[in-house]
């Protein structure tokens, strides 16, 4: 395997959660008697990366506490095998050289009423990566580890995960030219195809000089996106078509149909 390391962000809350979210982030709710972040760390660690950096924020100490009762339930991580990391931080190594290391987002940048923005989480992790490529996605997305597996791609572009859409107006779109993404589109009215941005990257350190050009958008956060057309703008950004599936796991009802898909179990492929 080419690239090693998967950044994970998972510093919100999940708002849109409502009553789900009153006491831990989404990403630690259960579905099927498992948290659904456990779900995506076994497709990741399925896909073959080692090396898990999950940026958090809110609820950090549920997050180190999974961290450790995950170890006991995976099927990657055994119980005799799970050990502290040495020095600072509160990852977890396993057997086969797997490991989850996590760093709180609001301690490193401040709290999210200073900064805040999908693009923050990769301030975060500038110093960690250094010049290595990498995986990045959000921690409430679930892929097939196939998918997961397609985004190790070993050269010196960066890549950009996209799916089809019935309604691609409500996305973000990725338009091509030429091979390469020209741009994203964000909710756009008007139509520029049917593939849209499925939250599924893979990056060259290009990424971080590049995130810090980015200014606040009129959300009045920072966003991946901003950092992402101007790779495109270089012409060092790529696309590829996710074969399986992408589940987005925001609302109260994504909770049910998370739950169908696992009992019809879908959610690993080899």
């Given at each position: 395997?080419?690239?090693?390391?998967v950044?994970?962000?998972?510093?919100?809350?999940?708002?849109?959660?409502?009553?789900l979210?009153?006491?831990k982030?989404?990403h630690?709710i259960?579905v099927?008697?498992?948290?659904?972040?456990?779900?995506?760390?076994?497709?990741i660690?399925?896909?073959?990366?080692?090396?898990?950096?999950?940026?958090?924020?809110?609820g950090?100490?549920?997050?180190r506490?999974?961290?450790?009762?995950y170890?006991y339930?995976?099927?990657h991580?055994?119980?005799g095998?799970?050990?502290p990391?040495?020095?600072?931080?509160?990852?977890?190594?396993?057997?086969?050289?797997?490991?989850?290391e996590?760093?709180?987002?609001?301690?490193?940048?401040?709290?999210?009423?200073?900064?805040?923005?999908?693009?923050?989480?990769?301030?975060?992790?500038?110093?960690?990566?250094?010049?290595?490529?990498?995986v990045?996605?959000?921690g409430?997305?679930?892929?097939?580890?196939?998918?997961?597996r397609?985004?190790?791609?070993d050269?010196?572009y960066?890549?950009?995960a996209?799916i089809?859409?019935k309604?691609?107006e409500?996305?973000?779109?990725?338009?091509?030219?030429?091979?390469?993404?020209e741009?994203v589109?964000?909710?756009?009215?008007?139509?520029?195809?049917?593939i849209?941005?499925?939250?599924?990257?893979?990056?060259?350190?290009?990424?971080f000089?590049?995130?810090?050009l980015?200014k606040k958008?009129?959300?009045?956060?920072?966003?991946?996106?901003?950092?992402?057309?101007?790779?495109?703008?270089d012409?060092?950004?790529k696309?590829?078509?996710i074969?399986?599936y992408?589940?987005d796991?925001?609302?109260?009802s994504d909770?049910?149909?998370l739950s169908?898909?696992?009992?019809?179990?879908?959610?690993?492929r080899?």
């Amino acid at each position: 395997m080419a690239i090693k390391k998967v950044v994970i962000a998972a510093a919100g809350q999940g708002t849109r959660m409502l009553h789900l979210t009153k006491n831990k982030s989404k990403h630690l709710i259960n579905v099927c008697q498992k948290p659904f972040l456990s779900y995506l760390l076994d497709n990741i660690l399925e896909a073959g990366y080692k090396e898990i950096i999950l940026v958090v924020g809110y609820g950090d100490e549920l997050m180190r506490r999974f961290l450790k009762e995950y170890g006991y339930k995976s099927p990657h991580l055994s119980a005799g095998s799970l050990r502290p990391n040495s020095g600072a931080g509160a990852g977890y190594s396993g057997r086969c050289g797997d490991k989850v290391e996590l760093i709180n987002q609001f301690e490193i940048l401040g709290p999210k009423e200073k900064i805040y923005g999908t693009a923050c989480p990769l301030m975060c992790v500038k110093d960690i990566i250094k010049n290595s490529q990498f995986v990045y996605l959000c921690g409430d997305n679930l892929y097939s580890s196939r998918d997961l597996r397609i985004m190790n791609i070993d050269d010196d572009y960066c890549y950009i995960a996209g799916i089809e859409h019935k309604n691609p107006e409500k996305y973000g779109v990725l338009v091509e030219k030429d091979g390469f993404l020209e741009k994203v589109v964000e909710k756009s009215k008007e139509y520029f195809g049917n593939i849209i941005n499925a939250g599924l990257y893979k990056f060259t350190p290009e990424i971080f000089e590049k995130v810090s050009l980015i200014k606040k958008s009129s959300r009045e956060e920072y966003e991946i996106t901003d950092a992402i057309n101007l790779l495109a703008k270089d012409k060092k950004m790529k696309i590829k078509i996710i074969k399986d599936y992408w589940m987005d796991f925001g609302n109260p009802s994504d909770v049910i149909k998370l739950s169908k898909f696992i009992t019809a179990g879908k959610t690993l492929r080899p």
